[in-house]
């Protein structure tokens, strides 16, 4: 009994979000239970499912039709045999579906000529069989199972934790709850499953209905439900600590709410009256002029979903089309480059790379996952809590920290002082929200709250330089290192301490033969990896590096640079690596270890992140445009101190853009898109092409699983915002250090916030590799996961060969004059640099 | 005549703003963001400039100042408040111009912003019992408008619904207490304390009825902060430093607000303690101090009851505006004090946490106390019909 039990909960289970704890966010297919199934049936099945939106509605797809970014041949390239006059008028039309009142007053405008077109239609809809009625999932939550269930799981905001939680949550809350019948089931000393089965019983819900209603009775505490069973099968991702945390226990609790409130049932919404029916077809028939008796059959097949299916094929392949032509033309090769920098293939340091080869035309960029193959968990000096830095498909084996050199009294006293002000900002926030404390806080120092209050919002960039530059008095000093080297012991269970250097070499050695630089490397080679940082935005973590799995990839790019440069890893002699970071929200550089650059090189260096620094200048003013509160004639300056601004201010819902504008991949030669403006839409990864495919297959097993995640997370919160994403921040409310919920008390929302993607244009990934299609063919078919992402068409993807033939395109002058003056999405340009 | 420019600058020109905001609204030509933001800013300006030049004219004692048929009072109460109200009217003017960027609703939180201000100036300047009384009822309805902001969804709606109920029934008793001061002053000098009593509490979420307060953290993050970390919040307990004077005298009443402001206290402690989201958790740590105030009050620390009004109300706005750093707030905390500077927590007695869980049940007793009202006019009004169908039959 308990078994199939568990196996319904298991199989409900795999309709819930896995999004884990907010603080480290790891972009995933929002629908990844359904990736056995082909991607156009898969998102109409899970919209009906959870009572989401498959695509973007027919409005906003007839907008797209009359801005000319859905043109008559895509609609007539998409449709082929099917291109008949009808669908296209379908279409290009908007086709109203009034319901009830809505109807009946537009009837009473149907006059004498069409009146009896009209009956005709109304008396054949009449003889038709109705269709099965509309259904959504319930909406039901009782508070008290939310309060519960965030008070079981908290991480720390209470001041009192929930008793009994090393229970479960089951028995913790029927210890809590005392109710009569939760009472009369601990006498009886029923477990969580045996409890489930009674409720399903008194619910009069038969065993083979089980797994049905258990999924009907999570969806609308889907969020919880989610967290509960991520935190079941990993509870090292939990912030603090996990309590023992069982989705068997959190279905137990939600029948019992069911069992005092009755059944959790879908809304159904009435069929449409033959009226109802009638009516598209009746446009559809003034339209055409077509009178025939076939007519209403062939509106009916092709539905409201199927045209915004074909709509959504249409606006993909223009999409698509606009990027292969833009790809076929000649590679831009570089002759013997001053230096080179390899950065993450994240889409918005696509901007930066442009900028930084145009500001410094004889160098050489590359794009590779952002990790640079250092998969390790790393700490800060100081840190106290390890962070897995890696693409979430790996689990990392090694433990790597920083730690200060030269240990001075000065440094110590410091630090004591850091402490010292650290534990009293503390005191004085909790203690603000106590009784007695609270009211000397608010009595004495209140006021003062006022010189923050005004300055913070007033001038957020001053503030923080102030703050910054007080706090700097205080920041550690000295040399800080990695600690790179391999040593005994182990810091979490089933990691080692370090890198053997037969392991620093595999990673340099990989890296190097990947991105195509084996004994090519110029004399400097930077390695940047990215991060983001914004204040009063729980998504934060959100826009930091997906390829090291929500963090921030300085660390990697860090311990990069010094394996390589590491002499008994002695793979690239007589080249320089510096490992630095990229602040994506700031447009700021930081470099690491920057002191043991050997003299020879420091006027390289130096040149180096001077272009690097104007790249980056360049790189704010184009990300400036897509912000509706900046001007768009700023100079330069002006605008990367109005995105530093941003990062800081309390105030901003919008500090960066993120992935937003995510739409391919390139694997390949940089020669073949270097020069091409690509308006920050295209993953980068640098891939040498002359391979028989072993190395296209780690680059593919690398990168797809990434790159697919970010691209359908950003699809479905766009599609529907509200279902899918977590809807506007603006009622963000963060609970139990897990997540947010809208204002007071609601399901745990998981996905992206509108204010993250309202830039996006939702189509699939086209990920174009640079190879022959024999080749890519069968790299794919080798690839479970791949193969099941393109097959079933969740990706797009394309072999471009190394000799395709080429076209000369049309230039423009500069990045410049490729952006200057506009908001929205861009033509793809060729720069004349 | 300088006292009477002086005061007009301060009030006239949110007023105006509201004015402004709302006749393009109601025309059907909202405001762009740009306009409202850059109005809201100068209002913002303009007024303060008034009030500080204020604070040096204003003598010790205070003075009434007419303006046309209105009396406003300026003294040392009202005056830290109007700061106040100016100051936050115009910090969360210019936050929200960011914060509500390409909302859809933009233009309708800054109207209602604008009334809360133009309503809480006007309670707190208020030189008579009916001007007060405009301005709490201005004060009310932004309230819950603002709170009912998401009115796609149907929680926020229910819980403005909910607030907006609590408010209407607990300003009955301000309303009584207007009707008594108008027309018989002496004759019911012991009732109008209790019956503005029950009106601050109300409005302050006093016991019983704190069970409104963290719903209102339904809007935007911006109008939790000024209304429930800082205006609304306090408006209960001005209005009892206000009324005082009339009703210190009436028998029980200052025993039973500083009963009434501990057991707030207590409850709001007890209850903040198990909260798991930052903005319940700040909620009740709000009514927590508004309690302390309310009892200081009930003992005479007039003073202290403003200072600590004014304090608290600015170190709470600050920390529910930056209420969506938290994750952000920790994580820096660590770094700098280290991991294992907490000791482990004990979890309370479990009856303790029920309690507190279930929000003292305050909630439950007050629908149940509603549901019985209800069923006796239900009842009427059953029997009202019979009445008349009985009547039309013949």
Redo the contacts between chains.
């Keep these: 009994m308990s078994d199939r039990l568990r196996a319904a909960i298991d199989h409900a289970a795999e309709l819930l979000p896995a999004q884990g704890p907010i603080s480290v966010f790891i972009h995933h297919n929002t629908l990844h239970a359904f990736e056995d199934l082909p991607f156009e049936q898969a998102v109409v099945e899970a919209g009906r499912r959870f009572g989401c939106e498959p695509f973007l509605t027919e409005a906003r797809f007839h907008e797209e039709i009359a801005a000319g970014r859905i043109t008559e041949d895509d609609l007539v390239a998409v449709l082929g045999n099917d291109a008949t006059d009808v669908r296209l008028a379908m279409l290009r039309n908007p086709i109203p579906a009034p319901r009830g009142a809505a109807l009946r007053w537009l009837l009473d405008e149907i006059d004498g000529l069409t009146a009896d077109l009209w009956e005709t239609l109304v008396a054949h809809a009449r003889t038709l069989p109705p269709l099965p009625p509309a259904t959504r999932p319930a909406t039901r939550v009782d508070p008290l199972l939310i309060r519960a269930v965030a008070a079981f799981l908290d991480q720390g905001i209470a001041t009192w934790p929930m008793p009994d939680r090393e229970l479960g949550f089951y028995r913790a809350f029927r210890r809590l709850c005392g109710c009569p019948i939760l009472r009369d089931e601990e006498a009886r000393g029923l477990d969580a499953l045996g409890s489930a089965t009674e409720s399903l019983a008194a619910l009069g819900v038969p065993e083979s209905e089980w797994a049905e209603y258990v999924g009907e009775t999570l969806l609308p505490v889907r969020g919880w439900a989610g967290m509960m069973r991520v935190l079941e099968r990993d509870p090292n991702r939990a912030p603090v600590a996990a309590p023992p945390c069982s989705l068997a226990d959190f279905v137990a609790v939600k029948l019992h709410f069911d069992r005092r409130e009755g059944r959790a049932e879908r809304a159904v919404e009435p069929p449409p009256t033959p009226e109802e029916r009638a009516y598209p077809v009746f446009r559809v028939a003034i339209a055409t002029g077509r009178r025939d008796p076939k007519l209403f059959a062939e509106v009916e097949a092709f539905g409201e979903l199927e045209r915004r299916r074909v709509l959504q094929l249409a606006y993909e392949r223009n999409f698509h089309c606009r990027v292969l032509d833009a790809l076929a033309r000649p590679p831009v090769p570089t002759a013997s480059p001053s230096f080179q920098a390899i950065f993450c293939l994240d889409e918005r340091e696509e901007s930066l790379r442009r900028h930084l080869e145009e500001v410094e035309p004889r160098c050489e960029t590359f794009g590779t996952a952002g990790f640079f193959g250092v998969a390790m968990y790393y700490r800060d000096a100081g840190d106290p809590h390890w962070t897995p830095l890696c693409p979430i498909q790996i689990r990392p084996e090694h433990t790597i920290e920083e730690e200060f050199s030269g240990l001075t009294t000065r440094r110590m006293r410091r630090a004591a002082w850091r402490r010292g002000l650290g534990l009293l900002q503390r005191h004085l926030s909790t203690g603000s929200r106590t009784l007695a404390r609270g009211a000397f806080v608010a009595t004495g120092l209140g006021a003062l709250a006022s010189l923050p209050l005004v300055a913070r919002v007033l001038f957020p960039r001053t503030t923080s330089r102030l703050r910054r530059r007080t706090a700097s008095w205080l920041e550690p000093t000295g040399k800080s290192r990695l600690r790179l080297d391999a040593r005994p012991g182990a810091d979490l269970e089933g990691t080692r301490r370090g890198f053997t250097v037969e392991e620093m070499r595999a990673i340099v050695s990989r890296l190097l033969d990947e991105t195509g630089l084996r004994g090519k490397t110029a004399p400097l080679v930077l390695v940047v990896g990215h991060g983001s940082s914004s204040l009063n935005n729980p998504h934060e973590s959100a826009h930091d590096c997906g390829a090291c799995g929500g963090g921030r990839g300085g660390p990697n790019a860090r311990a990069f640079a010094a394996m390589a440069n590491d002499p008994r890893v002695g793979l690239a002699p007589g080249t320089w690596f510096v490992g630095g970071v990229h602040n994506s929200c700031d447009d700021s550089i930081e470099f690491f270890d920057t002191d043991l650059i050997p003299n020879a090189l420091r006027a390289k260096f130096e040149a180096a992140a001077t272009a690097l620094d104007e790249a980056c200048l360049r790189n704010a003013h184009e990300r400036s445009r897509r912000f509706g509160q900046v001007p768009l004639d700023l100079p330069p300056a002006e605008a990367r101190r109005r995105m530093e601004a941003q990062s800081e201010d309390l105030a901003q819902p919008r500090p960066e853009y993120g992935h937003a504008t995510n739409a391919f991949a390139f694997i390949g030669r940089r020669e073949r898109t270097r020069g091409l403006f690509l308006d920050r839409r295209a993953f980068l990864i640098s891939y040498d092409p002359d391979d028989d495919g072993t190395r296209l297959a780690r680059v593919l097993g690398a990168v797809i699983p990434v790159v697919a995640g970010i691209s359908l997370e950003y699809y479905f919160s766009f599609v529907d915002p509200t279902g899918y994403g977590c809807g506007t921040k603006l009622p963000h409310n963060i609970v139990s250090l897990l997540g947010v919920m809208d204002g007071h008390q609601s399901d745990l929302r998981t996905g992206l916030p509108w204010q993250m993607v309202e830039i996006h244009e939702p189509v699939r990934l086209l990920v174009v590799v640079e190879t022959r299609p024999e080749t890519l063919d069968r790299v794919v078919r080798e690839n479970p996961a791949i193969r099941r992402l393109v097959e079933n068409r969740w990706i797009f993807m394309t072999a471009l060969p190394p000799d395709a033939a080429t076209v000369e395109p049309a230039v423009v002058h500069s990045s410049l004059d490729a952006y200057r003056g506009a908001r929205g999405h861009l033509p793809f340009a060729h720069l004349n640099a | 005549m300088l006292e009477t420019l002086l005061t007009l600058g301060a009030v006239a020109p949110p007023a105006a703003l509201l004015a402004f905001l709302g006749i393009l609204s109601l025309v059907g030509r909202p405001a762009p963001?740009r306009v409202t933001g850059t109005a809201t800013r100068w209002t913002f300006l303009a007024a303060m400039v008034s009030f500080a030049a204020l604070v040096f004219v204003v003598p010790a004692g205070g003075l009434d100042v007419q303006l046309g048929p209105l009396t406003f009072r300026l003294d040392g109460l009202s005056l830290p408040f109007l700061g106040l109200t100016l100051?936050l009217h115009g910090?969360v003017g210019?936050?929200?111009?960011?914060?509500?960027?390409?909302?859809r609703g933009y233009n309708r939180f800054f109207v209602m912003l604008s009334l809360l201000a133009v309503g809480f100036s006007v309670t707190v300047l208020a030189g008579s019992i009916e001007l007060l009384l405009a301005g709490w009822e201005l004060v009310g309805i932004s309230s819950a408008l603002l709170i009912g902001?998401?009115h796609e969804?149907?929680?926020?709606v229910h819980?403005a619904m909910r607030t907006w109920v609590t408010y209407k029934l607990t300003d009955i008793g301000l309303m009584a207490a207007a009707v008594l001061i108008i027309h018989d002053p002496a004759g019911h000098a012991s009732w109008i304390g209790w019956l503005v009593l029950l009106s601050a509490a109300g409005k302050s979420a006093l016991v019983p009825f704190s069970g409104w307060l963290?719903?209102?953290?339904?809007?935007?993050?911006?109008s939790s902060a000024i209304f429930y970390g800082a205006l609304s919040v306090h408006a209960g307990a001005y209005l009892l430093l206000r009324m005082w004077p009339q009703i210190e005298s009436t028998p029980g009443l200052a025993a039973a607000v500083v009963a009434l402001g501990v057991l707030t206290?207590?409850h709001a402690?007890l209850t903040?303690?198990?909260?798991?989201?930052?903005?319940?958790?700040?909620a009740y740590?709000s009514l927590?101090?508004v309690g302390?105030i309310v009892a200081e009050i009930g003992l005479g620390l007039h003073v202290?009851a403003v200072?600590?009004s004014?304090?608290?109300?600015?170190?709470?706005?600050?920390?529910i505006?930056?209420?969506?750093?938290?994750?952000?707030?920790?994580?820096h905390?660590?770094?700098?004090?280290?991991?294992?500077?907490e000791a482990p927590?004990?979890?309370?007695?479990?009856r303790f946490?029920?309690l507190?869980?279930?929000r003292f049940y305050f909630d439950e007793l007050l629908d149940r106390v509603v549901g019985a009202c209800l069923g006796v006019l239900r009842a009427f009004d059953a029997l009202e019909r019979e009445w008349i169908s009985l009547w039309g039959r013949r």
């Design positions: 963001e100051m910090v210019a936050f929200a111009h960011r914060y509500l960027h390409l909302e902001y998401f969804r149907p929680m926020p819980n963290p719903r209102a953290m339904e809007g935007p993050t911006p206290a207590i402690t903040e303690r198990v909260q798991t989201d930052i903005k319940s958790a700040l740590a927590t101090q302390i202290l200072v600590h004014v304090g608290h109300a600015c170190l709470r706005s600050l920390q505006l930056r209420a969506p750093s938290l994750l952000h707030d920790l994580r905390v660590e770094e700098t004090v280290g991991a294992t500077a927590r004990s979890a309370p007695p479990r946490y029920r507190a869980l279930n």
